[in-house]
Each structure stands twice: as structure tokens, then as C-alpha cells.
């Protein structure tokens, strides 16, 4: 497994293993089976694990799996779906949420701890969902005078090793967070080769993945890859019931032509495209989606293989599926 340096974090493995699919939130997969991919992760190389009290069981799994004595060099992080609660509850929510996915993982502490929310400016009004706005998104307000204190506080305590935010909302917002002092040590930013983030994005302006990243790497920043297959829409074919309107079934049915490429080639689309995550510029490692070790398998074949090279990523980057304008 190959590493590189997570900004001010560290050394870590190119690869993250991610709690969505462990926790069974991204299709069918067995307790069993969850545990044991997270055994094959760290037997392979895989030195971080992303979990969240949302990602349903996955904290509980992580806890069943390692009874509170990680091994030597593994690392752990959680977040906490702030939203915009009254500025008197910012700390109490952020200390709760810690302190319960502190019990679940059987840890005394994590390593990064991230806001599990956009941010956005005190006056936005979403697209989509505006009425439900408060629960997934942080006011700006918040952020500046309540959230950056409250976890610079929870850093200096020990109780986490260094904060991060989620950097799938708003761009405009994301990125100047990212310039906001204190800074954030990482940001989650998508990195996929369509530049979506699917049905994370309530927001009408364009998505600009590689804007925070660039942005972020300006800053010294580390950037944890997500979405490398968009949700499954960068597959074969997406394993779990979507309605035909969903935001994953449209960049599906967008990426037809990729797996047209995919077969030309003799490929298969979901290790062309973790390769193709591995290699845009500025990310340092890649979270993993999986649920099952089959899933796990064939993406540490694609790090094993490595990045793609330049004539492919051109072919794949001339089909012209790039949401950024949309």
C-alpha cells in the first residue's frame, strides 16, 4: 500500500476505508461480513478508518472488531451533523455526538473529528429542501463563533487529534472555510471523474470538486477523496433500488458512454474509476465505499495498479461528463 502526507495529519495510506458500506447503508451486506472487511483493510495496508454515527453500524462494528484496542498505526475518525442548532447548543451537540461515538468505537479518543454538515452564509436559501435547511447545513455564524471553538477546545483536551470539515456543499462557502483561520487540517471533497456529488448536492450553483481541492492544497490542507464511483453510478450497475429520478441513477445513466470506454478497454468501470480518483491532483487519500470484501478487493487492485496514466485519463476526461457546469 502506498502512502502519502495528509497535510498537517500525517502519513496515511492512499487508501481510507469508509463507513457507508461497513455500516450498511450502501446496499445488502451481514455484520459478519463487515467485520471481516474491516480485518481485511488493516491486513492490507489500510491505516485509517472514516467513520460516523450516521453511517448507521458502522461505529458499533468498529467497536465489535478492535473491543477498544486498536492496532499499532491504525487511526480513526467520526463527525457530527451540526446543522444550525441556537448558538447555546453548538457545544453540548458537538461534545454529545463525540462522546457517543467515543462509547459505540469503546476509544478514548478520535483523530480527526468533522463537521458532518455544509456551511453555508447566514441568508442562503437552499434549492432543495430549503424547509429542512437547519438539519444538514451549518450557518456560517456558527461555524466562525461556535464550531471552530468548540473543537479547538476538544484538540486541546486530547480528546481529538485534529478537526476536519466535509467539503460536498456549497463550493463558494467550502472554500472559504478552507481560507477561514483557524483552518480545518483536511476536508472531504469529491473526486470522482463526472466532478458530482450526486444527491449530496442541495445547492443550484455548479459543483466545483476540484476548485476546493485546489483550494485546499493552497492552504496546506490534506484531502480525503469521497465518492470515487459516485454512489455507484461509475459501476456496472448500481446494486440497491433508485428511483429513475434520483440524482445517482441520472449519473448513471450520464456515464453510459464511460462504460462503453470501460469495455473497449476490457476493464471493469469501478476500477477504472477509483484509478482515476487516485490519480487527480491533490488528493491524498481515497475512502472507500465498500461493503463486503469483494468491493474492498478490487479497489486495492486499482491502488495497486496505480493511477491512470495520461492518454487514458484524456479519453475518459474527452467524453465530456463533466457535471462542473451543470
Known amino acids: ?59 458499533a462494528i468498529v467497536g465489535e472488531v478492535f473491543a477498544g484496542r486498536l492496532p499499532k498505526g491504525l487511526r480513526v475518525t467520526t463527525k457530527c451533523g451540526l446543522g444550525s ?64 471553538p468548540t473543537v479547538e477546545r476538544l484538540k486541546a483536551e486530547g480528546k481529538i487529534g485534529a478537526w476536519g470539515i466535509t467539503g460536498s456543499g456549497l463550493p463558494r462557502t467550502i472554500i472559504r472555510a478552507l481560507r477561514q483561520t483557524p483552518r480545518p487540517a483536511v476536508v472531504q471533497a469529491v473526486t470522482n471523474l463526472l466532478d458530482s456529488a450526486g444527491g449530496l448536492r442541495n445547492y443550484e450553483e455548479p459543483a466545483e470538486p476540484r476548485a476546493v481541492i485546489a483550494a485546499a492544497k493552497d492552504e496546506g490542507i490534506g484531502v480525503l477523496g469521497i465518492r470515487a464511483v459516485q454512489a455507484g453510478a461509475l459501476t456496472s450497475a448500481i446494486d440497491r433500488m433508485l428511483s429513475p429520478r434520483h440524482p445517482e441513477s441520472r449519473d448513471f445513466e450520464r456515464a453510459a458512454p464511460y462504460r462503453v470506454l470501460c469495455r473497449e478497454w476490457g476493464q471493469d468501470p469501478a476500477i477504472v474509476a477509483h484509478r482515476y480518483a487516485l490519480g487527480m491532483d491533490g488528493v491524498d487519500t481515497l475512502i472507500l465505499g465498500v461493503k463486503n470484501r469483494a468491493e474492498l478487493k478490487q479497489c486495492l487492485e486499482a491502488e495497486a495498479l496505480g493511477p491512470l496514466d495520461s492518454t487514458a485519463v484524456a479519453r475518459i476526461d474527452a467524453l465530456g461528463l463533466s457535471a462542473q457546469a451543470t
Open 1 to 59: 500500500m502506498k502512502h502519502a502526507t495528509l497535510g498537517s495529519f500525517g502519513r496515511v495510506s492512499r487508501l481510507t476505508l469508509g463507513g457507508g458500506g461497513i455500516g450498511q447503508g450502501w446496499g445488502e451486506t451481514s455484520r459478519e461480513e463487515a467485520r471481516e472487511t474491516i480485518k481485511l483493510a488493516v491486513d492490507s495496508g489500510i491505516d485509517l478508518l472514516d467513520t460516523a454515527p450516521l453511517y448507521r453500524n458502522c461505529e
Open 85 to 148: 442548532p441556537p448558538p447555546s447548543e453548538v457545544a453540548a451537540n458537538l461534545e454529545q455526538s463525540l462522546e457517543a461515538s467515543l462509547k459505540t468505537m469503546r476509544l478514548e479518543r478520535v483523530d480527526i473529528f468533522f463537521l458532518h454538515s455544509n456551511i453555508c452564509p447566514d441568508d442562503y436559501v437552499y434549492a432543495v429542501k430549503p424547509d429542512r435547511q437547519d438539519l444538514f447545513a451549518t450557518k456560517w455564524s456558527l461555524y466562525v463563533d461556535a464550531f471552530i
